[in-house]
């Protein structure tokens, strides 16, 4: 896999035993030769893991180092005890690789509510801190240890060029169940090697966030876990420092973390459809936003698209209760181009072709147009099938 690795960071990944299956690795570190201006962005749930409390005490920053990640185990709902592991996890990993523990920021994933095996976990953080290279098996080992339900590993990568100097971005990200990010379980790094402020980084992260990992969902439940973090090491030698290098980086930035937040409703548990719900015509972006995901998360319109059925009438009903006011008579609906629904009533159709459009594809596009203003969203689900509640149904037991 072609990957542009941003200078100046080196990854691993390890199996350290958190997982029962020794071929599935459990355990990544990333690491930066450099100082890293830092942002995160986390889950608004009020009941946040011990991993989110000690990333949310050390963002913004200007000194971060690395980031250690454990999946298998999410040490949510673990009280101090599960404070004082997440602490113990940034020691082990500043102690191993030769900085202070308040530069290690810190993410976990998996079950809720049982402590960290930490014998295991010092292991692992061992390990991966032999095994850091700044290749592509080194990034992709990383991206494979943060895996839990999901079916395959999340990357992206771009490169810009700013004042005549190449930048690189990569990113990884987990999640597939448990998706409604509002800042699943979902986690997402972004590395970089430009040169950014505190402040820059964080205006940066909070809008590719607002315009990727904010509008995808797969089941409406928001997690204990949620974040998004970006590291900036400036190994490029190019401070990014002028308003338009800021908006071409950010351009970049969106992108990335688009096709990371892209993948996980695509690899939601179950899943055999993607759907992209566009929605424009609105007062406001919020309007259409409210709309979308109110679309996304019906479970009546996500198990039409499962059985490949153009049901127009759960799809324009998510819409009416939506909260979002609008002239009903002014509302039109296409599913994969095919116009469904115009000025209050269905339009005839035949459905067997859309239904096959559907069916043949395993992306799906709904878009729902107003006449209320010049606002748009898009967002992006999954739909709801057997296999969802057989994954969920077993997950702990």
């Not at 201006?37 to 990333?55: K, L, S």
């Not at 629904?341 to 709904?366: L, N, T």
């Not at 147009?369 to 967002?379: Q, T, V």
Request: glycine residues 8%; contains cysteine; proline residues 5%.
């Amino acid at each position: 896999m072609d990957v542009a690795i941003p200078k100046g960071f080196r990854f691993a990944g390890v199996y350290c035993g958190l997982k029962k299956d020794p071929r599935k690795r459990d355990l990544a570190l990333i690491v930066s030769d450099r100082p890293c201006a830092a942002a995160g962005v986390y889950t608004q749930n009020r009941i946040f893991a011990a991993p989110v409390a000690w990333d949310r005490a050390h963002t913004p920053s200007h000194s971060v180092r690395a980031v250690v990640i454990n999946s298998g185990n999410a040490n949510a709902c673990t009280g101090r005890q599960g404070l004082e592991d997440a602490a113990e996890m940034a020691r082990l990993t500043a102690a191993a690789c030769g900085f202070a523990p308040d530069d290690v920021l810190v993410l976990s994933t998996g079950i809720i509510g049982e402590f960290l095996p930490m014998e295991r976990i010092r292991e692992g953080i061992r390990l991966a801190s032999e095994r850091l290279s700044a290749d592509v098996d080194g990034f992709l080992a990383a991206a494979d240890a943060m895996l839990t339900t999901d079916r395959f590993r999340k990357v992206a990568s771009a490169e810009v060029v700013v004042g005549g100097v190449p930048i690189r971005l990569a990113g990884l990200a987990k999640g597939a169940g448990m998706i409604s990010p509002q800042m699943a379980t979902m986690l997402a790094v972004v590395v970089t090697d430009a040169g950014l402020g505190v402040s820059q980084a964080d205006q940066l992260l909070r809008r590719a966030v607002d315009e990727s990992f904010h509008c995808i969902s797969v089941d409406g439940h928001m997690s204990t876990n949620d974040t998004v973090l970006l590291l900036a090491n400036g190994a490029s030698g190019k401070e990014v420092d002028q308003a338009a290098d800021m908006e071409l980086l950010s351009e970049k930035l969106v992108d990335v973390c688009q096709r990371l937040a892209r993948a996980i409703p695509a690899d939601g548990e179950g899943a055999t459809h993607l759907i992209t719900i566009d929605v424009c015509g609105c007062r406001t972006r919020e309007d259409a936003m409210r709309i979308a995901r109110t679309v996304a998360n019906s479970p009546l319109v996500k198990t039409a698209v499962a059985g490949a059925d153009p049901n127009w009438g759960r799809i324009v009903s998510a819409v009416g209760y939506s909260g979002v006011p609008f002239d009903p008579e002014k509302l039109m609906l296409h599913v994969n181009g095919y116009l469904l629904y115009q000025h209050g009533r269905p339009v005839p159709f035949d459905p067997e072709a859309v239904s096959q459009s559907i069916r043949q594809s395993p992306e799906v596009f709904i878009r729902i147009s107003l006449e209320e203003g010049p606002a748009a969203a898009r967002f992006w689900t999954s739909d709801l099938t057997v296999e969802y509640v057989h994954i969920n149904a077993d997950y702990h037991t």
